[in-house]
């Protein structure tokens, strides 16, 4: 097993990707802090982890305050005595458009994404340096973080943040041997079991069916437990040498995402004036304009559900 002798705290654990993150780094044998808001949900994740023969411990905590953070690299260095892989995964949505966004709805959306991944790397990356324990931080993004999507200005926001900040921790920790990388996962759960360009993926999963092969394969849109082992694998001593990168996985298709770099660069002589642009402007930039937002390919006929009734 590849995480024996390894401790894992995984945030917002107790169903969906992060159970299956959690339940796949126990199978490797790291023993796992299990972390959801209510004690029903993440008491069952760590009852799964145990009836597979693994070493689990529930923390009921909302992740966002330092608090949180700090309650759970306890209980991994209580519990199991140290702490060598976070994967921060709590997360939370509230779509609508710009114009009817509420500053709660951001604030929260921010708060639990964006700040909780601050909070809990900060106090692990401490806990890793002080230690001299050469860690793994993986954090989750979204392809909505990496392109935009309609209705999300707050998901879009945190995402997208996550993995600046990912850039920046893996410069910041390579001194001290912890890598940090960004997994961009997509998957059949309760976040997009309303989405009804998925209801036939997500209703063969739900029968226990496996998802046809154009969600697997062309939209790598698969099951929780189609991304874990991508995220098992960053933390183990075979990806010590990948850090700062963003990785997407879903269903049969793993994909690296391109740092952003610049498309085009173009000089003029005592610097761009608003003239100088609206002369040029068009040739230089105009016909590299970039495209914003996910393209999905029309559903095959067979695969269309009728949308719900409202
Ligand atoms: N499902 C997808 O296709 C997809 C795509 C891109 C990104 N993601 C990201 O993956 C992560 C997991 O999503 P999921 O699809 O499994 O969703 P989910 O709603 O099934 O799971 C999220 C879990 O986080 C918990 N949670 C919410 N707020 C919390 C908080 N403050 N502290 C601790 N736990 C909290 C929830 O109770 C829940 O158990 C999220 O960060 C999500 O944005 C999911």
Redesign the pocket.
């Known amino acids: 097993m590849s995480l024996e002798g390894k401790v894992a705290i995984v945030?917002?654990?107790?169903?969906?990707?992060?159970?299956?993150y959690a339940q796949e780094l126990a199978r490797q044998g790291a023993a796992v802090v299990v972390?959801?808001?209510?004690a029903a949900?993440?008491d069952a994740?760590v009852a799964t982890i145990e009836a597979a023969g693994g070493k689990a411990v529930a923390v009921v905590?909302?992740?966002?305050s330092t608090e949180?953070a700090k309650k759970l690299v306890a209980a991994a260095v209580e519990n199991f005595g140290r702490l060598d892989i976070l994967v921060?995964?709590?997360?939370?949505?509230r779509d609508t458009v710009l114009w009817k966004m509420s500053d709660e709805d951001f604030d929260l959306v921010i708060?639990?994404?964006l700040r909780?991944t601050f909070t809990c790397v900060r106090e692990a990356a401490t806990y890793m340096r002080e230690n001299s324990i050469a860690g793994r931080i993986i954090c989750?993004?979204?392809?909505?973080g990496q392109r935009g999507n309609f209705g999300q200005t707050n998901?879009a926001a945190?995402?997208a943040g996550i993995v600046g900040m990912v850039r920046t921790w893996a410069l910041e920790l390579k001194k001290a041997g912890i890598t940090a990388n960004a997994v961009?996962?997509?998957?059949?759960?309760?976040?997009?079991a309303t989405v009804p360009y998925f209801a036939a993926a997500v209703e063969a999963d739900a029968a226990g069916d496996p998802m046809p092969a154009f969600f697997r394969h062309d939209l790598g849109?698969g099951t929780?437990g189609d991304?874990a082992g991508l995220v098992a694998y960053l933390a183990s001593d075979a990806a010590a040498g990948v850090t700062g990168q963003a990785i997407g996985i879903?269903g049969d298709r793993l994909q690296l995402w391109a740092h952003p770099e610049p498309v085009v660069t173009a000089y003029h002589d005592e610097g761009w004036s608003y003239e100088a642009l609206e002369a040029d402007f068009p040739t230089v930039i105009g016909g590299e304009l970039q495209p914003v937002g996910e393209k999905f390919p029309p559903l095959p006929e067979e695969l269309v559900r009728p949308a719900p009734s409202a």
């Open positions: 945030t917002g654990s107790g169903r969906g990707l992060g159970l299956a972390n959801d808001v209510d949900t993440a994740g905590a909302p992740v966002g949180t921060t995964n709590a997360g939370v949505l708060n639990v994404h909780g989750i993004g979204s392809p909505t998901y945190a995402k961009i996962p997509v998957a059949a759960t309760a976040m997009t849109f929780s991304v879903g």
